[in-house]
């Protein structure tokens, strides 16, 4: 299943939204989710023998400081400047180098269309670490365009051409107050 929660933002929307460094340590959900994203990306990396990595919607870097690789073998980019790489993730997805690795942390939810974005990075990269909301039907994030289960993003990863090959779901049943259980996934 998967429900469009709201319009897409107009630039200067997404401008005041995402125009600094969001620490993923001021959500309490986040700061389980992240450090798990960047142990899964570090496995895939082993895994696959991964000699580069790059992670187009940072933040402050988390997950993709946690693979251990080479500075500079890893690409930071995120919206915000300071970053290896400025701008939207739908842009700057074609100027990373082919066949590494792309973590792709809660930001699927973010984009006017995922599964063209998910085609596009398909063809740039060997593997794919990816985390988004799962379930959240009633989600009051502004900037989260879309909601799914895990079945409609499986479905969004395949037809993009890409393999699922693990699968973590991270939930706080006994924490009401947090909106979102995470689907975590490392593809091929």
Not at 7 to 27: C, F, I, K
Not at 32 to 37: D, H, K, W, Y
Not at 94 to 118: M, Q, V
Not at 147 to 160: F, I, K, Q, S
Request: aromatic letters at 8%.
């Amino acid at each position: 299943m998967k429900q469009r929660l709201r319009p897409a933002w107009s630039p200067e929307v997404l401008n005041r939204l995402y125009g600094q460094v969001h620490d993923y340590r001021s959500w309490q959900d986040h700061r389980l989710r992240v450090p798990v994203t960047g142990q899964l990306a570090q496995w895939t990396a082993d895994e696959h023998g991964m000699t580069r990595a790059a992670d187009l919607s940072c933040g402050e870097g988390a997950a993709l400081d946690m693979v251990r690789l080479p500075r500079e073998a890893k690409i930071y980019g995120d919206l915000v400047p300071g970053h290896d790489l400025c701008g939207p993730i739908e842009q700057t997805i074609e100027k990373i180098p082919a066949e590494g690795l792309l973590i792709c942390g809660e930001t699927i939810e973010h984009l006017d269309d995922p599964g063209a974005f998910l085609t596009v990075a398909r063809a740039r990269v060997a593997s794919l670490v990816i985390s988004t909301p799962v379930g959240s039907w009633d989600d009051p994030t502004p900037g989260h365009y879309w909601a799914w289960d895990r079945e409609e993003v499986e479905l969004m990863l395949r037809d993009a051409g890409f393999t699922p090959e693990t699968y973590l779901e991270m939930s706080w049943p006994g924490l009401q107050r947090l909106p979102h259980a995470f689907g975590i996934w490392s593809c091929r």
